[in-house]
């Protein structure tokens, strides 16, 4: 039996007559940039998100360097980053010219740490990125709370949260601007690169729209010097079609979720904890192990695919290597380096059986390790 990490396949399959429409109507159209499709989409999803406006972007790197941009944080200037995350989040930072801060994150949900950003706050501190990583809601009131006091821009990094809440109100509405990658394994993705902001506020989207169309409000007059980073047409009218599934999609998520935790409650594993509060939506189901690498081989022998969501920590990346020493006992951020030599994703998604569920388990649960 072999268990897929992810299978990109079915969701199309599901959706094969919707998507193949929304397509055909693309093509005979004739817009492929900056259409009604793409309009259509940006209300579409700034209503599902509960804001005002929603910008498509090329990809969620473009999104979060952007919001940045349009925020006017640059060189001088620092941004509260987690220890923790994807290494787009600081790349981000870097592109606007800025310094990335790293803290680390709380050990139990892997999302950042308001007692932390506190702690790391300067006068070049101008805002911080929150990461609601793996699909679980970071504690924003607290962070909000933080900025408030220290005057901060928090832009939210809800690349993997499409759909989460916390406190009842949904990633992309919780801070000051969200940015979304809409990468085809996210649970809201596209059939390619895809990208967008969400905000309340009309200026920056207004801004954000204008950088990311070579910085044009009007065909060749440029007001301000740009970037090429637009959402097209094909993707936007495919994301409106998944967007009325997503909540669907991320309830059976849920479903995987809550059968993984019931048979390995009592296995070698530590599982995912969810805050007060917090409705995650299940992008990843991450567990840790001590013996991370053994087992993942254990689970490979029998068939089940697994992944490492992040091997190397950033601070640890040869793009970064200025901001913490070599490989030594010194470490800045061990929480950071600890959970990546810990975490494993098990398989996830919408469209995973029961059968694979339960097979994933059971090979788990045989695992002689730690």
């Known amino acids: 039996m072999r268990v897929p ?9 599901e959706l094969r007559a919707e998507i193949d429409a929304a397509i055909a109507d693309v093509l005979d159209r004739g817009w492929f940039i900056r259409g009604q499709l793409l309009e259509a989409f940006e ?25 940045l941009r ?3 944080v640059g060189p001088g200037d620092e941004v509260i980053v987690p220890s923790h995350t994807f290494v787009a989040t600081w790349l981000a930072v870097t592109f606007a010219g800025a310094t990335p801060v790293p803290v680390e994150v709380d050990p139990a949900t892997y999302t ?19 990461v609601h990583l793996y699909g679980q809601p970071a504690d924003m009131t607290g962070v909000m709370a933080v900025a408030e006091r220290h005057g901060l821009r ?13 406190q009842g109100r949904r990633a992309g509405a919780l801070g000051h601007a969200a940015a979304f990658s809409f990468y085809p394994g996210k649970n809201l ?72 935790a019931a048979a390995l409650a009592d296995g070698p594993v530590a599982l995912p904890q969810v805050r007060q509060g917090a409705e995650p939506v299940w992008h990843l189901f991450v567990v840790r192990s001590a013996a991370r690498d053994r087992l993942a081989a254990h689970l490979e022998a029998h068939g089940v695919q697994t992944l490492v ?3 190397t920590p950033p601070h640890r990346q040869a793009a970064y290597a200025a901001l913490a020493p070599a490989i030594t006992d010194a470490d800045p951020w061990p929480l950071a380096t600890r959970l990546a030599n810990e975490v494993l994703s098990l398989p ?12 994933v388990a059971a090979a788990l649960r045989s695992f002689d390790g730690p």
């Open 189 to 260: 993705g596209a059939i390619g690169d895809a990208g967008g902001i969400t905000t309340d506020d009309a200026a920056l989207a207004d801004r954000v729209r204008r950088l990311a169309n070579y910085g044009s409000s009007r065909k060749y007059v440029h007001e301000e010097a740009g970037f090429n980073a637009r959402l097209d047409e094909v993707q936007a009218a495919v994301l409106r079609v998944k967007l009325r599934r997503l909540d669907e999609w991320n309830a059976r998520r849920a479903q995987v979720a809550a059968r993984y």
């Open 348 to 359: 996830m998604g919408p469209h995973l059986a029961e059968r694979d569920v339960d097979h």
């Open 309 to 311: 969501h992040y091997p």
């Open 5 to 13: 990490f992810l299978d990109l396949q079915a969701p199309h399959h």
């Open 154 to 166: 928090v832009l939210e990094d809800a690349a993997q949260a499409h759909g989460a809440r916390d």
């Open 43 to 67: 209300a579409e999803f700034a209503q599902y998100c509960g804001v005002r406006h929603t910008v498509g972007l090329s990809n969620g790197l473009d999104a979060l360097h952007l919001v």
């Open 70 to 72: 349009a925020w006017d």
């Open 112 to 130: 950042i740490d308001p007692d932390a950003i506190a702690h790391a706050v300067t006068p070049r501190t101008k805002a911080v990125i929150p």
